[in-house]
């Protein structure tokens, strides 16, 4: 996420000094104690959990379990990955839904926070989850908020109640217990109440906020924040939880490139835990709030969890299968090209997604410069193809690219791009789906690497004895002549194929067992 890209930076450059050493000093300590104070300063983190985070970091780092460790460097990043969990909730905590439909849902917060669009995000997931919610637009004091949250429910496919025009119109706490009501009536199983705020905490605000709470008795009271506000976060929410109080909190802008200070503040001084993020502008930029998968992101440790999580809710199983068998019979088109290009954007933000491996560090630059907008252009050139030419690439003469070129707005060289992108893609899959190891545009041949489906391997040249002597050269020659010659197919179900000299083992299975050389080739490409 953007919003700790440079905290991200300046932890893991801090960890960077640590390594290669074999014990850590009290002097190595201080230091990068010292280095992640300034770091979670800088990141606009309340000062009171800088202090408490950094004395448990030294304490601990100080402690056996370091000293022990046979990777002290490691310990150091686990212990700080620990506390940094701890001053963000610790646990996932999840929505508590009344015994006695609907659950009531309020959200509070400043005006700007984002909380009308958040009802939107916050109905759209509740109706991935199987429920029913029901919006009612209890903000009748900022201009066009209820037509706002009528756009953002009908976006969400969520029905919202508002009765009044607002704009000054209309008494909020009549709305929410009509609301209520009509919830009750029409058998919704969740109500999510969307408040007023203001520019600044003030009485008139926090009078209202409770006479709507005292009103409708909510099962929760999300307390809504905008993340990019620093430390000004933390006297928003206390004023809140002294005024209002609230079970829980929802960050908002955590994809902006502020410094973030307030998500690693506000649930430590509050007590209160973070139990949603939004992460973007569309509805579907929302998920749970994981205080370890943040802590990971944060440390540049990735969210494969997420990432997973993602996508198993855009992915179709049998789809999937489908496509596979396509591969491997070599019936792969342009059709089913766009239509995992479009699974893929479903998904969500791409770079966002990037953005959850591990190391994703290590490319915030090429993150940076990626055009989200790649998968638009490519939907229009697939577009603008006949059904016959997008079944049948290899119709694809110069003639129609120049007429696909014009009628997607792109130029020649573009569609021969994406021609070519079509073509390796499906040249990779195929050799994978066959049991083989794809050659990678731009890493050169694999060492030791086989061909899928026990293809053609290039012959080496053999190389007999060079030594002087002549009967010693003899035997030498007729021991590589009488050696056994390794298979091509060899390496068909593993991947690899023998190399040099390697001497292969059959398994119980029948197949060729890898050699030692093979391994070692394999763990090099892994990168072990």
Same mark, same amino acid.
């Given at each position: 996420?953007?919003?700790?890209?440079?905290?991200?930076?300046?932890?893991?450059?801090?960890?960077?000094?640590?390594?290669?050493?074999?014990k850590l000093t009290p002097a190595d300590v201080d230091?990068?104690?010292?280095?992640?104070?300034?770091?979670?300063?800088?990141?606009?983190?309340?000062?009171?959990?800088?202090?408490?985070?950094?004395?448990?970091?030294?304490?601990?780092?100080?402690?056996?379990?370091?000293?022990?460790?046979?990777?002290?460097?490691?310990?150091?990043?686990?212990?700080?990955?620990?506390?940094?969990?701890?001053?963000?909730?610790?646990?996932?905590?999840?929505?508590?839904?009344?015994?006695?439909?609907?659950?009531?849902?309020?959200?509070?917060?400043?005006?700007?926070?984002?909380?009308?669009?958040?009802?939107?995000?916050?109905?759209?997931?509740?109706?991935?989850?199987?429920?029913?919610?029901?919006?009612?637009?209890?903000?009748?004091?900022?201009?066009?908020?209820?037509?706002? =949250?009528?756009?953002?429910?009908?976006?969400?496919?969520?029905?919202?109640?508002?009765?009044?025009?607002?704009?000054?119109?209309?008494?909020?706490v009549k709305v929410a217990k009509d609301?209520?009501?009509?919830?009750?009536?029409?058998?919704?199983?969740?109500?999510?109440?969307?408040?007023?705020?203001? =520019?600044?905490?003030?009485?008139?605000?926090?009078?209202?906020?409770?006479?709507?709470?005292?009103?409708?008795?909510?099962?929760?009271? =999300?307390?809504?924040?905008?993340?990019?506000?620093?430390?000004?976060?933390?006297?928003?929410?206390?004023?809140?939880?002294?005024?209002?109080?609230?079970?829980?909190?929802?960050?908002?802008?955590?994809?902006?490139?502020?410094?973030?200070?307030?998500?690693?503040?506000?649930?430590?001084?509050?007590?209160?835990?973070?139990?949603?993020?939004?992460?973007?502008?569309?509805?579907?930029?929302?998920?749970?709030?994981?205080?370890?998968?943040?802590?990971?992101?944060?440390?540049?440790?990735?969210?494969?969890?997420?990432?997973?999580?993602?996508?198993?809710?855009?992915?179709?199983?049998?789809?999937?299968?489908?496509?596979?068998?396509?591969?491997?019979?070599?019936?792969?088109?342009?059709?089913?090209?766009?239509?995992?290009?479009?699974?893929?954007?479903?998904?969500?933000?791409?770079?966002?997604?990037?953005?959850?491996?591990?190391?994703?560090?290590?490319?915030?630059?090429?993150?940076?410069?990626?055009?989200?907008?790649?998968?638009?252009?490519?939907?229009?050139?697939?577009?603008?193809?006949?059904?016959?030419?997008?079944?049948?690439?290899?119709?694809?003469?110069?003639?129609?690219?120049?007429?696909?070129?014009?009628?997607?707005?792109?130029?020649?060289?573009?569609?021969?791009?994406?021609?070519?992108?079509?073509?390796?893609?499906?040249?990779?899959?195929?050799?994978?789906?066959?049991?083989?190891?794809?050659?990678?545009?731009?890493? $050169?041949?694999?060492?030791?690497?086989?061909?899928?489906?026990?293809?053609?391997?290039?012959?080496?040249?053999?190389?007999?004895?060079?030594?002087?002597?002549?009967?010693?050269?003899?035997?030498?020659?007729?021991?590589?002549?009488?050696?056994?010659?390794?298979?091509?197919?060899?390496?068909?179900?593993?991947?690899?194929?023998?190399?040099?000299?390697?001497?292969?083992?059959?398994?119980?299975? $029948?197949?060729?067992?890898?050699?030692?050389?093979?391994?070692?080739?394999?763990?090099?490409?892994?990168?072990?």
């Open positions: 996420m953007a919003t700790f890209g440079n905290l991200t930076d300046r932890l893991t450059d801090a960890f960077k000094k640590l390594r290669g050493k074999g230091g990068t104690v010292r280095e992640i104070r300034r770091a979670l300063l800088d990141a606009d983190v309340a000062l009171e959990v800088v202090k408490d985070f950094t004395g448990r970091v030294r304490e601990r780092a100080l402690g056996d379990e370091v000293n022990k460790a046979l990777n002290p460097a490691q310990q150091v990043v686990q212990i700080v990955n620990d506390e940094l969990v701890t001053i963000l909730g610790g646990q996932q905590r999840r929505l508590e839904f009344a015994k006695n439909p609907p659950t009531v849902i309020m959200l509070a917060g400043l005006q700007g926070a984002g909380k009308t669009t958040l009802a939107g995000k916050l109905a759209k997931w509740l109706v991935s989850e199987g429920h029913t919610p029901l919006l009612i637009a209890a903000d009748l004091q900022r201009p066009n908020a209820v037509t706002q =949250l009528q756009v953002v429910g009908e976006q969400a496919g969520v029905p919202v109640w508002a009765p009044e025009p607002g704009n000054g119109v209309g008494n909020p609301g209520l009501k009509e919830a009750q009536r029409r058998q919704f199983d969740t109500v999510i109440v969307d408040t007023a705020g203001r =520019l600044g905490v003030d009485a008139e605000l926090m009078k209202q906020a409770a006479d709507i709470r005292k009103a409708v008795d909510p099962d929760e009271v =999300l307390f809504v924040i905008d993340a990019m506000i620093g430390q000004d976060a933390v006297a928003t929410a206390k004023a809140f939880q002294d005024g209002v109080d609230f079970t829980g909190v929802v960050l908002t802008k955590l994809d902006g490139d502020a410094r973030g200070g307030a998500a690693l503040s506000v649930a430590s001084v509050t007590g209160r835990p973070i139990m949603f993020a939004s992460t973007g502008e569309r509805l579907g930029d929302f998920e749970p709030f994981y205080p370890d998968r943040m802590a990971s992101r944060i440390l540049d440790l990735g969210d494969i969890l997420t990432l997973i999580e993602q996508a198993q809710k855009s992915f179709d199983e049998e789809e999937a299968m489908k496509v596979a068998e396509k591969f491997a019979t070599d019936t792969f088109t342009l059709e089913d090209f766009l239509a995992q290009m479009q699974q893929l954007k479903n998904m969500g933000s791409i770079k966002g997604m990037l953005g959850m491996l591990p190391g994703a560090k290590g490319m915030r630059q090429q993150l940076d410069n990626f055009d989200e907008r790649e998968i638009t252009r490519t939907e229009a050139i697939i577009y603008s193809m006949t059904p016959t030419e997008r079944r049948q690439p290899k119709l694809l003469n110069g003639s129609r690219r120049l007429r696909i070129a014009k009628g997607s707005g792109m130029t020649v060289t573009e569609v021969n791009a994406l021609v070519n992108r079509f073509e390796q893609a499906a040249k990779m899959m195929k050799t994978v789906a066959k049991g083989g190891v794809p050659q990678v545009p731009g890493m $050169g041949p694999i060492p030791g690497a086989g061909y899928a489906g026990g293809g053609k391997k290039k012959q080496q040249k053999k190389k007999g004895s060079r030594s002087g002597n002549p009967a010693k050269r003899a035997a030498e020659e007729a021991a590589l002549a009488s050696a056994p010659k390794s298979s091509a197919s060899a390496g068909a179900g593993f991947g690899f194929g023998a190399g040099a000299g390697a001497h292969n083992t059959t398994g119980s299975d $029948g197949k060729a067992a890898p050699s030692e050389e093979e391994l070692a080739a394999l763990s090099k490409f892994l990168g072990r």
